[in-house]
């Protein structure tokens, strides 16, 4: 299978796991923090923007996907797995999440939770990623 082939492949399963795995963390384990956050949308109010959330997710697959083929190596697959998702959640949930705790008016143990549950489905995607690509 041609690099091209497996790049695709890979960013279409990551969109699909992104999207479930972040679909678990906000809308199962972090629903019921958010819901008595002041300032948060409606879960009904939300659904007719669902398709800029998929668009999110399938820019973040392939991206993923593209930036770990950038860097793909013959060391062993989980750890360069882990590593992968260590660095992305350095580069991408943790600023992301401080930024948003320091503009809206997030309670810092729901910031802990959304670093620690995002950058675990980060590290998990990493693995994963490394896995199909081994």
């Known amino acids: 299978m041609a690099i091209g082939k497996k790049c695709l492949i ?3 399963v990551m969109f699909i796991m992104a999207w479930g795995v972040s679909f678990f963390v906000h809308g199962v384990l972090l629903a019921p923090d958010y819901a008595t956050m002041q300032g948060m949308r409606a879960p009904a109010d939300t659904h007719p923007l669902i398709p800029f959330m998929i668009l999110a997710h399938a820019l973040f697959g392939a991206a993923f996907a593209w930036i770990y083929f950038q860097g793909k190596d013959d060391s062993a697959w989980m ?9 992305m959640a350095a580069v991408t949930v943790i600023p992301m999440y401080l ?3 320091v503009v809206t008016p997030v309670p810092f143990a729901v ?10 489905r980060v590290v998990l995607m990493g693995v994963v990623l490394a896995w199909i690509n081994r």
């Open 10 to 12: 890979s960013a279409f």
């Open 79 to 87: 750890g360069q797995g882990i590593r992968f998702g260590l660095a």
């Open 99 to 101: 930024i948003y705790y």
């Open 111 to 120: 910031l802990v939770k959304q670093v620690v549950f995002d950058g675990i």
